[in-house]
């Protein structure tokens, strides 16, 4: 059987957004997790660059053959020994580092756009729970179909989960504009902007090694995407180039995603 949950709301009982704790709660718990993820990245970025300095002052010209393999514990006719996992020597190590340095700094990037896919997953949950239950009604609340199983106990409890799940089948820019209306807050256009361009990079590192393809900038509305290098300064990256993620990029889309939570979930 099909129920649809905009008509299921149980009253208008309504109470102002600044009391609503649990949406909050989620918002600042983002917040933070944005903060934890960029002091990761300036971390291991950070030290990785100290550690390339260090080593190849103590052992690039004294010893360039020196180098560093994982020992692995195995055992052999019953005695315990330890072997070297794939060895490589320092001068090895500089160059694929050379050629992949900004691998940590995507690795965050896209950690943080995912954090952000799980907070509009959580609003949405929370909503639902607030609407269903009475303690808010949400005149914008989107329109989604669910099967539901009326044998099953604890039901109600059960809804918002269910409504969550099909609402990470939308697309992301489609559950921004979504929550937007629902939450009756508007977010910045550049701010919209900045998250479509990193949502479509992200799209890019993960399914296309990197490589800008005519159809991410189409969706862009622009021929190039503009990330700030390694310089600091913004940068214009076309078809066929492959996009470099920095400490800078990290930062900014830390900061986008900040105020956008703010503007969603106010004080």
């Known amino acids: 059987m099909e129920i649809i949950l905009q008509d299921y709301a149980k009253n208008d009982f309504c109470i102002i957004m600044s009391d609503l704790i649990e949406l909050k709660k ?3 718990d983002f917040q933070n997790d944005l903060r934890d993820w960029f002091d990761i990245a300036h971390s291991l970025i950070a030290i990785t660059s100290t550690g390339v300095d260090e080593i190849s002052k103590e052992h690039l010209l004294s010893n360039p053959e020196a180098g560093y393999s994982f020992p692995v514990p195995i055992s ?3 005695s315990p020994t330890l072997v070297s996992l794939n060895k490589l020597s320092y001068g090895e190590m500089f160059r694929i580092y050379k050629d992949h340095k900004g ?4 690795l965050i990037y896209e950690r943080i756009i995912q954090r952000w896919y799980d907070f509009l997953n959580q609003i949405i ?10 303690i808010k009604s949400y005149i914008n609340i989107p329109k989604v179909e669910i099967k539901v199983d009326f044998t099953q106990d604890n039901l109600l409890q059960q809804l918002p989960s269910l409504i969550k799940e099909r609402f990470e089948f939308k697309k992301n820019i489609e559950k921004t504009g979504l929550i937007e ?4 807050q508007n977010i910045d256009n550049e701010l919209k902007q900045q998250i479509k361009k990193a949502i479509i990079t992200r799209n890019l590192l993960e399914h296309s090694q990197g490589i800008i393809r005519e159809q991410d900038t189409k969706e862009l509305g622009s021929n190039n995407i503009k990330l700030i290098g390694a310089d600091c300064k913004e940068k214009d990256f076309k078809v066929g180039d492959r996009v470099e993620i920095t400490i800078y990029e990290l930062f900014k889309l830390k900061q986008v995603f900040y105020h956008t939570s703010k503007i969603l979930i106010p004080e």
Do not use: M, P, S
């Open 26 to 28: 989620i918002r600042d």
């Open 76 to 78: 052999i006719n019953g």
């Open 103 to 106: 691998v940590i700094a995507e």
């Open 125 to 134: 949950e929370q909503i639902v729970k607030y609407h269903i239950t009475g």
């Open 181 to 184: 209306k629902c939450l009756e």
